[in-house]
T-cell receptor, first 113, second 112 residues
Framework: DAGVIQSPRHEVTEMGQEVTLRCKPI?????LFWYRQTMMRGLELLIY????????DSGMPEDRFSAKMPNASFSTLKIQPSEPRDSAVYFC???????????FGQGTRLTVV | QKEVEQNSGPLSVPEGAIASLNCTYS??????FFWYRQYSGKSPELIMS????GDKEDGRFTAQLNKASQYVSLLIRDSQPSDSATYLC????????????FGAGTRLFVKA
């Protein structure tokens, strides 16, 4: 398996624009996580899905953030409208079971100017 | 109190020495514990997982878990310059719903 695949790797956008980050989890993994990493706040869990169903979105910072998982092989994280403080590295990770390790994608480095 | 706490470091050790990294957590119901290594500009990768009290060894790495004291540690023996990275402690917390929480990470420098 190719691992967790995220796109794009880098995104630079202007404040107010919509940003969509994409993730393909490892096949057979039932759990999918979206994390955000910044120097100030470290690695924060934004939302996670189990069998395509959102289970906990308490980490989503504002209504400007939304996430979907329409099927087992694809998820999106959308920010609309984007703001400079959203600049961070966004990681998608997947796991076969709730007790197991999470496998991370390479991340999307988002810069909002 | 943060759910998972680590000393941010940096921790500096000479090559060949033992590096000791510590982590405490607040959720007593937690069952799964992980150490990830993250090189600058890269994604976290798993070093060790531990589920039961005691020690677990894998090559130069030993994870230690003490659920009564709510701490997890990682020992790196014969440290190498290539071990220089940020080490993240992660805990699967269950109170309020299952989720994996990461500590802020400890930066380790191994001097040649």
């Amino acid at each position: 398996d190719a691992g967790v695949i995220q796109s794009p790797r880098h995104e630079v956008t202007e404040m107010g624009q919509e940003v969509t980050l994409r993730c393909k989890p490892i096949s057979g993994h039932d759990y999918l996580f979206w994390y955000r990493q910044t120097m100030m706040r470290g690695l924060e869990l934004l939302i996670y899905f189990n069998n395509n169903v959102p289970i906990d979105d308490s980490g989503m910072p504002e209504d400007r953030f939304s996430a979907k998982m329409p099927n087992a092989s694809f998820s999106t994280l959308k920010i609309q409208p984007s703001e400079p403080r959203d600049s961070a590295v966004y990681f998608c990770a997947s796991s076969p079971d709730r007790r197991d390790e999470a496998f991370f994608g390479q991340g999307t480095r988002l810069t909002v100017v | 109190q943060k759910e998972v706490e680590q000393n941010s470091g940096p921790l500096s050790v000479p090559e060949g020495a033992i590096a000791s990294l510590n982590c405490t957590y607040s959720d007593r119901g937690s069952q799964s514990f992980f150490w990830y290594r993250q090189y600058s500009g890269k994604s976290p990768e798993l070093i060790m997982s531990i589920y039961s009290n005691g020690d677990k060894e894998d090559g130069r790495f030993t994870a230690q878990l003490n659920k009564a004291s709510q701490y997890v540690s990682l020992l790196i023996r014969d440290s190498q310059p290539s071990d220089s990275a940020t080490y993240l402690c992660a805990v699967n917390v269950v109170t309020g719903g299952f989720k994996t929480i990461f500590g802020a990470g400890t930066r380790l420098f191994v001097k040649a």
